[in-house]
């Protein structure tokens, strides 16, 4: 076995134990939210708009997170909890790929752990909230931001997209977005070239997403 197959062989177990500790939240009631964003979600698939025929203030990503989870699993409160249990696999993909990176494999291991015990340390009223669902979109906007300043406007591309998707989440998360903005140009700063082909890849992405959206 290769180096790399065994770090990955101990992520992928650390992730299986990870799961194997959290089943428990399957049991977990909904709170008033989960019901809400439920039920717009069964709505979804019934053919009722959002904001029309049933009312919640959030943006409308967490609505269809929520009506793709019906879609495939049925109506149950086991699986609404199975979204936390699919976000944390690939976020803890996510988490170790930037961590490895900036800090090295035993900090990607300790980030991964650390973000395990801080997320379903969560109660059932603030698991499988729209806030812990944006964090996906939130790592995959920095995963393919780092890829972009290794490779091609392609992932600035896909960078600006995904930072369009959390703010279909919860607008503050702007602020997200102008950091993840900053950053890059911190990391890229007197390549100025590349500055721009990147930020005019990652706007329009931005407009795809949210423009997209808009005309929903």
């Known amino acids: 076995m290769t180096n790399n197959s065994f770090k990955t062989s101990r992520l992928f177990i650390l992730i299986g134990l990870t799961l194997l500790a959290a089943l428990p939240i399957l049991t977990y009631p ?3 939210d989960q019901g809400e964003f439920a039920t717009i979600g069964q709505g979804i698939l019934d053919g009722r708009i959002p904001y029309s025929d049933l009312w919640n203030p959030k943006p409308p990503a967490v609505f269809y997170v929520y009506a793709s989870f019906i879609r495939l699993f049925g109506v149950s409160s086991v ?8 976000l944390f696999t690939i976020l803890a993909l996510l988490i170790y790929w930037v961590m490895a990176r900036l800090k090295g494999v035993r900090t990607a291991y300790i980030a991964v752990v650390m973000f395990a015990y801080t997320y379903f340390r969560e109660s059932f009223w603030t698991l499988s909230q729209n806030d812990g669902i944006a964090i996906l979109p939130m790592m995959a906007a920095v995963f393919t931001a780092f890829k972009a300043y290794q490779a091609g406007w392609q992932w600035a591309l896909l960078s600006g997209m995904m930072s369009a998707v959390v703010l279909w989440f919860k607008y503050p998360f702007i602020y997200f977005v102008i950091a993840l903005i900053l950053g890059y140009v911190y990391l890229t700063w007197g390549d100025w070239r590349k500055i721009w082909h990147d930020a005019l890849a990652f706007a329009l992405g931005g407009v795809l997403v949210g423009g997209g959206g808009i005309i929903y």
């Open 30 to 32: 909904l709170g008033r």
């Open 79 to 86: 699986t609404i909890r199975l979204i936390d249990l699919t």
